[in-house]
């Protein structure tokens, strides 16, 4: 099945129109974001629209009940035409779910016989050969990501466009998903008689929202914690090299602390945000607070000691599930930014701190920026995704291409050197 225009596989597409308006609705597990952007003379992002709904028929980053999912989206997409006073023009959708993989692929085109300017239909020819890869028939593409290029034998080269030679060569990461799940998000997209532009992966769009440039060049993973899922993306040399999505997010941390503390599970998580942290030994051990209980009383005297420790057994879970990934990647050597994290449980009390103290890596919050709002405060880590797309949007790009030479040998020895110092 061809499902739109899926995947914006070049960096290389055509400018937007200015001033056209930009889409973009984040399906998450908790909540559904829509957003609608206008692109103002200055060339910078401006939400004119949003709507937040609870997200309804999604379990851990899928839709498990396309009725309910559809109506959230076909709400909070009515909250942000309602807001902007005009409709939603074909839209980015973030996806997501352990149902998406990665893999690594090469393709490669002849350029020319007498060496000429690689053009950015080389670098289409190249990731469409770098695509044909064998895949079962119930998964697709989503996108082909390139990683670099070569051409002839000179390796590491971000933006060959421009550049002269014979052969050109992508190194790409195809990144595929259940042709099912894909299908059920859209249909319910396409159900509320919206037209989809693109479907991005949400890490992906997440560390376009909270990433900084040096981040992005020298080695970063991002994870972006929402209520279903975990999103890991590895970053090194201006483009994502890694993904995957981890089967743990926020519902984890809320059942727990529901399981363990009997109380109902919207008072676990109000809790949580009111009160919880990663580090107990932070939180004096008689400090109390009055919650929710399942029972007659309906109300309980929690310890937050108590809690802290529930919070931080599923912290560590967590951290011990994403070093996993990044040391299974090869790339846990490369990381000198360390670890970005983002989505609604970055703010977690103390979970960077733990992060940061456990790995002696560099860790730290990513609130999205780069798009301006008067219309909603965009700036909590759960807008990562939602900002991400819009960026996305407005790019037509995988990742801006900042340095066009090729990787210089000196470069490969800081790496080198940097390395000692990353615990293995
Ligand atoms: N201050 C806080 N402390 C701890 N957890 C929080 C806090 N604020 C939000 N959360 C948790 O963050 C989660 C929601 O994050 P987010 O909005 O990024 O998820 P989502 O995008 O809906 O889900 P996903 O991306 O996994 O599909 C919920 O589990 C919520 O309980
Ligand atoms: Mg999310």
């Known amino acids: 099945m061809k499902i739109l225009n899926i995947g914006r596989e070049s960096a290389n597409e055509p400018e937007p129109v200015a001033n056209e308006a930009i889409c973009a609705i984040d399906v998450g597990t908790t909540k559904i974001v829509a957003l609608i952007a206008e692109v103002d003379d200055n060339d910078d992002l401006r939400v004119i629209g949003a709507g937040r709904m609870p997200a309804q028929g999604l379990r851990r980053g899928v839709v498990v009940n396309t009725k309910e999912a559809t109506a959230a989206i076909g709400q909070a997409v009515e909250q942000a035409v309602q807001s902007a006073g005009q409709p939603m023009r074909p839209l980015l959708l973030g996806i997501s779910g352990s149902h998406i993989n990665a893999m690594s692929s090469k393709g490669a085109v002849a350029v020319g016989r007498n060496g000429r300017n690689i053009t950015t239909e080389d670098t289409q020819r190249a990731l469409e050969q770098a695509k044909s890869v064998a895949l079962p028939h119930n998964r697709e593409i989503i996108h082909a990501v390139p990683r670099s290029y070569t051409i002839d034998d000179q390796k590491g080269i971000q933006d060959p466009v421009g550049m002269f030679g014979y052969r050109l060569e992508v190194d790409a990461s195809i990144i595929t998903g259940a042709s099912s799940a894909v299908a059920n998000l859209v249909h319910c997209v396409h159900d509320n008689g919206l037209e989809i532009e693109d479907l991005v992966l949400e890490p992906l769009a997440s560390g376009l929202a909270v990433l900084n440039d040096d981040e992005r060049r020298l080695g970063v993973a991002l994870v972006d914690v929402g209520g279903g899922t975990s999103d890991l993306a590895i970053y090194l040399e201006n483009a994502p090299w890694h993904t995957v999505i981890i089967d743990v997010g926020g519902d984890h941390f809320t059942r727990d602390v529901a399981m363990g503390l009997r109380m109902p599970y919207p008072k676990a998580e109000a809790l949580i945000k009111q009160f919880g942290s990663a580090l107990p030994g932070h939180v004096p051990a008689d400090a109390e607070v009055r919650s929710g209980a399942f029972g007659e009383e309906g109300q309980q005297v929690v310890s937050r000691r108590v809690l802290a420790e529930i919070l931080n057994a ?79 949007g407005k790019r037509h790009e995988v990742e801006p291409v900042i340095s066009p030479e090729p990787l210089p040998g000196v470069f490969d020895r800081i790496i080198k050197w940097l390395r000692n110092f990353v615990p293995q």
């Open 314 to 392: 599923r912290a560590q879970d967590v951290l011990d599930l994403i070093l996993r990934e990044v040391k299974r990647s090869g790339y846990d050597g490369l990381l000198p930014a360390g670890i970005v994290l983002t989505g609604g449980v970055a703010q977690l009390s103390g979970f960077a701190e733990m992060s940061r103290d456990q790995l002696q890596w560099p860790v730290r919050v990513g609130r999205p920026k780069g798009v301006a709002s008067s219309v909603i405060d965009l700036s909590s880590p759960e807008y990562a995704t939602a900002v991400g797309l819009l960026l996305w």
